[in-house]
């Protein structure tokens, strides 16, 4: 009769570890199932984003400016090379293409006219443009200080 007691008891016990076992793998699989279940949020707000590259600098970033948003892009050392955004002053649309120094060499925007396009020299200076005015569209060619020297028509 002890042994019969003696085998009940380790049955009872061997079927309380299974138990517990099995009971653990449930925890752990819910756990796992849980965690694994990413959803996709319908939005994201920030006021800035930004890329970096693989020494921590920021080779794109998009933001607020004072007169929208913006989305601009830097070369590796750090200089933004491009822009496009809206413009602060006007509102409309800009586009600025920088030198590998972060000095802008030609330009893209909208005015009160339409559209302007300009190419500048590396002092900043405007050396061709190209802009709709009340009567029509103007090309204009400048020195390098900056003074008309053609313009069509």
């Known amino acids: 009769m002890q042994n019969e007691i003696t085998e009940l008891r380790n049955q009872v016990r061997t079927l309380k570890r299974i138990v517990y076992g099995f009971g653990c793998l449930l925890v752990a699989g819910v756990i796992v199932s849980a965690t694994s279940l990413q959803?996709?949020?319908?939005?994201?707000?920030?006021?800035?984003?930004?890329?970096?590259?693989?020494?921590?600098?920021?080779?794109?970033?998009f933001y607020a400016n004072m007169g929208g948003g913006m989305l601009s892009f830097s070369n590796k050392d750090g200089e933004v090379v491009a822009g496009l955004g809206s413009d602060e002053?006007?509102?409309?649309?800009?586009?600025?293409?920088?030198?590998?120094?972060?000095?802008?060499?030609?330009?893209?925007?909208?005015?009160?006219?339409?559209?302007?396009?300009?190419v500048f020299?590396?002092?900043?200076?405007?050396?061709?443009?190209?802009?709709?005015?009340?009567?029509?569209?103007?090309l204009g060619l400048f020195n390098n200080e900056g003074k008309l020297t053609s313009s069509l028509p």
């Open 121 to 138: 020299n590396n002092k900043f200076t405007e050396v061709a443009g190209i802009r709709a005015t009340p009567d029509g569209g103007v």
């Open 89 to 118: 002053v006007n509102g409309g649309g800009v586009l600025g293409i920088n030198n590998k120094d972060g000095k802008r060499v030609a330009g893209i925007h909208a005015d009160e006219n339409g559209g302007v396009a300009r």
């Open 39 to 61: 959803t996709v949020p319908d939005l994201i707000q920030a006021k800035r984003f930004e890329v970096v590259n693989d020494e921590g600098k920021v080779v794109a970033s």
